[in-house]
């Protein structure tokens, strides 16, 4: 069974950090390019940022560049998301999503498998 499971999240102060992790079983992550989006209570679900097979680029939107970074081990089967000067705003359910059609896109159509997303709040 084809299955994405998003761990890392939880309650941080502003300023914080946390590192979120996007783990596969049943399908080995490498041929795809692996995105993290994000939904806040009420909004639609953005996202965030992209990582190619290889790891060789990496996309990021104006919100959270500088600030996030996604890398990935391919032995591990298992994506990361660090996150550092938290804001209130970054407050929202993190989703990581494989694309089967080759290169990133921040469009949430273009995703073919979702995780079940884990909870962050930033708030003091």
């Known amino acids: 069974q084809l299955q994405l499971v998003e761990s890392g999240g939880g309650l941080v102060q502003p300023g914080g950090s946390l590192r979120l992790s996007c783990a596969a079983s049943g399908f080995t992550l490498n041929p795809y390019a692996i995105g993290w989006f994000r939904q806040a209570p009420g909004k639609e679900r953005e996202g965030t940022s992209c990582?190619?097979?290889?790891?060789?680029?990496?996309n990021y939107a104006n919100s959270v560049q500088g600030r996030f970074t996604t890398t990935r081990d391919n032995a591990k089967n298992t994506v990361y998301l660090q996150m550092n000067s938290l804001k209130p705003e970054d407050t929202g359910v993190y989703y990581c999503?494989?694309?089967?059609?080759?290169?990133?896109?921040?469009?949430?159509?273009?995703?073919?498998?979702w995780g079940q997303g884990t909870q962050v709040t930033v708030s003091s």
């Open positions: 999503a494989v694309r089967r059609v080759y290169g990133c896109s921040g469009s949430v159509t273009s995703y073919d498998y």
């Open positions: 990582i190619s097979n290889n790891g060789g680029t990496t």
